[in-house]
């Protein structure tokens, strides 16, 4: 499922948004870092790919060409994989 990441409001657009495309429940930005699938607030520059340019404001509409609208089932999935997978390398790790 892809949503706004502001109200939640689904987003059921055929691709992704495109870059000053708006969200019909609150007016923000679709295309911007923070509703992208590599946005990650607890890194240096936020991204996830580093060959990224630097974006000033996270919120704010972008032309980056890395977009991808955050799937939130999709990161569920990989947040599990990745427990998973940190449980098991503790496990085995001696």
């Known amino acids: 499922m892809r949503k706004c990441y502001k109200c939640g409001t689904s ?4 691709g992704d948004p ?3 495309q708006v969200c019909e429940g609150c007016g923000a930005y ?7 699938h590599q946005f ?6 936020s991204c996830k790919l ?3 340019t630097f974006v000033g404001s996270r919120h704010a509409a972008n032309y980056c060409d890395e977009f991808r609208m955050i ?10 994989t990745q427990r998973a997978r ?3 390398e503790q496990l085995f790790q001696k």
């Open 18 to 20: 495109r870059p000053r």
């Open 11 to 14: 987003w059921v657009g055929a």
């Open 50 to 52: 580093s060959h990224t």
């Open 40 to 45: 990650d607030a607890h890194i240096t520059n």
């Open 86 to 88: 940190s449980v098991w």
């Open 71 to 80: 799937n939130y089932a999709l990161r569920s999935i990989e947040a599990r």
């Open 30 to 36: 679709l295309h911007s870092c923070i509703n992208c």
